[in-house]
């Protein structure tokens, strides 16, 4: 995939910006990425989180047969946009490893949530 962009500024923050909004929206218009997310069951991938906590994207991608690279990007949405699907538990990242904190978790609604084991 060649991807062609018009950078305006010379700041590099801003750069880094443009650059991962085109590909968001390159992800977003993406016929494999559509199908996807169609396939993806939250649920599934929630009590999987739950079932092995500290688990890696890559680890989360084999078991569902799915690409890593979708994975990542549907995982970074539900963590950034954690009170839109607050339901069934905050998914957070901490390093590499993904955790799921239950509603009822007294540190759920925090800014940077403490995961006690």
């Known amino acids: 995939m060649i991807i062609k962009l018009k950078l305006i500024c010379v700041n590099k923050l801003f ?3 443009v650059v ?3 590909l968001n929206k390159l ?3 993406d016929t494999e990425y559509q199908a996807f997310v169609d396939r993806v069951n939250r649920l599934n991938v ?3 989180i739950i079932d092995n906590r500290g688990t890696t994207s890559k680890e989360i991608s084999v078991h569902f047969g799915e690409p890593e690279n979708f994975m990542v990007f549907i995982l970074d949405l539900w963590i950034k946009n954690w009170n839109t699907f607050f339901e ?3 998914v957070i990242l901490k390093g590499e490893n993904y ?3 239950s509603p009822r978790n007294p540190n759920v609604r925090n800014d940077n949530p403490i995961i006690n084991f």
Do not use: N, P
């Open 15 to 17: 750069v880094k910006i």
């Open 99 to 101: 955790y799921c904190l």
């Open 46 to 48: 929630i009590k999987y």
């Open 20 to 22: 991962k909004m085109s």
């Open 88 to 90: 069934s538990g905050r």
């Open 27 to 29: 992800m977003f218009d």
